[in-house]
């Protein structure tokens, strides 16, 4: 069985990449290095084994295609009990629906519902309410100085949002940020030994929360997703222990999903506003821009860097042979600059009228959450250009040490 056809060569030139995009330069500016990875060609090995995907038909392709699985539990048995796919907070993670494939992953999609018409116009009251209040708060630090846009506004919204939805009590949402945090870590493409130990604590901390939650609204239901997909596996599993269980792995997957990656998104998103202030008179003067500037975030710098699946059988992808059960890197960061795509990719343009991307994945894995989180950032950018005076990046901000999942650390502004 064939792993790859690329020469040794290919290899250790993608090992010395990977080692700049692990650098603080690196996170903060990947682009320059998946630049030169494109310049290997669409498909590359990865240093640890497997392949790299950086051109987008190719990607879209994979992720559209059926026979290229998610890593899920039986995937990640086979690595052997030392790897990192083995890691208590990983196993718990196959069990959640990103992590599934057919038919476990129709069933358990089916169940969770989706974010229909209704339910983001009731959320999207939280949402503007939310806003309306956090901007305030903005405003009022503002007038005595600098402020961190993060921690006061990009890093709340989410949880916000969420955790109304799902009946958290709002005591419980820094707690319930801080443990997403740490635990999006045993979802890295490269963790550490020190931050795979912080995933397996803060997802067993989640883990107690959330049965926790669960078994006290079987005792006294709500109005609250929670409640009712405790009625629903109720009538698809006999045994309510499972039943119980199936409920908490959907609710752990809503909350993971709508922080990490929608507060990345709104970040970035407000970057992006800061460093062009033209910008900033753009949308003040025509809000009808406010969507195709998120759908340019999301394509200039996505959430998500890194999708990964694996091969079903033995196949070929872009020419290049891999075996079975190997992996494939889809590196949607570089992907989403890729010129046969779009036209000068490095360039930051909400009037360029075609924002093809993959920040939300593709095919059957199409992110559930995609609704919401264009509502909350669609939200936060027409509030903040309406509400407030343009605002000034007052230093450059710090990047949380991770390749996959990006998270700006501060973003620290003052009044123009």
Not at 38 to 50: F, I
Not at 89 to 96: Q, Y
Not at 118 to 124: V, W
Not at 192 to 221: G, H, I, N
Request: aromatic share 8%; net charge neutral.
């Amino acid at each position: 069985m064939v792993v790859d056809a690329r020469p040794s060569h290919d290899r250790r030139s993608t090992v010395s990449l990977f080692a700049r995009l692990r650098t603080a330069e690196g996170q903060a500016d990947p682009f320059p290095v998946y630049s030169d990875l494109r310049s290997m060609g669409p498909v590359a090995p990865a240093p640890w084994g497997g392949l790299l995907v950086t051109g987008f038909d190719l990607c879209d392709q994979v992720l559209r295609d059926r026979t290229w699985l998610e890593p899920d539990k039986n995937w990640r048995e086979k690595q052997g009990p030392r790897t990192r796919w083995n890691a208590p907070s990983s196993r718990e993670m196959s069990n959640t629906l990103p992590a599934l494939n057919p038919p476990d992953h129709t069933r358990i999609r089916r169940a969770a519902g989706t974010f229909g018409r209704t339910a983001l116009k009731r959320i999207g009251r939280t949402i503007s309410r939310a806003t309306d209040q956090l901007l305030i708060s903005l405003s009022e630090q503002l007038h005595h100085g600098e402020a961190d846009f993060v921690s006061t506004v990009t890093e709340e919204l989410p949880i916000a949002a969420i955790g109304e939805w799902l009946g958290l009590p709002t005591a419980d949402h820094p707690r319930l940020r801080e443990l997403t945090h740490d635990q999006v870590f045993t979802q890295e493409l490269l963790p550490t030994a020190s931050q795979l130990a912080r995933s397996d604590a803060a997802t067993a901390e989640l883990r107690a929360y959330f049965m926790d939650l669960v078994r006290r609204r079987r005792l006294k239901p709500a109005d609250d997703p929670v409640s009712l997909w405790i009625q629903t596996w109720d009538t698809l599993e006999p045994d309510r222990d499972k039943a119980d269980q199936a409920v908490y792995f959907l609710a752990l997957f809503f909350l993971l999903a709508a922080l990490e990656t929608t507060s990345t998104l709104l970040s970035t998103m407000t970057l992006r506003l800061l460093e062009h202030p033209l910008h900033w008179d753009l949308l003040a003067a025509n809000p009808s821009f406010v969507p195709a500037f998120v759908e340019e975030t999301l394509r200039y710098d996505p959430p998500t860097h890194v999708i990964s699946r694996v091969a079903a059988q033995d196949r070929e992808v872009g020419g290049v042979e891999i075996a079975q059960d190997a992996m494939v890197h889809l590196m949607v960061g570089a992907a989403h600059r890729d010129p046969t795509r779009h036209a000068d990719p490095d360039r930051f343009d909400p009037q360029r009228g075609k924002f093809d991307h993959l920040a939300f994945s593709n095919g059957i894995h199409y992110c559930l959450g995609a609704p919401l989180a264009r509502l909350e950032a669609q939200t936060l950018l027409l509030h903040l250009v309406r509400r407030l005076p343009r605002l000034t990046l007052v230093r450059r901000p710090s990047w949380a040490p991770r390749v996959a999942f990006r998270r700006l650390l501060n973003l620290d502004v003052a009044l123009a």
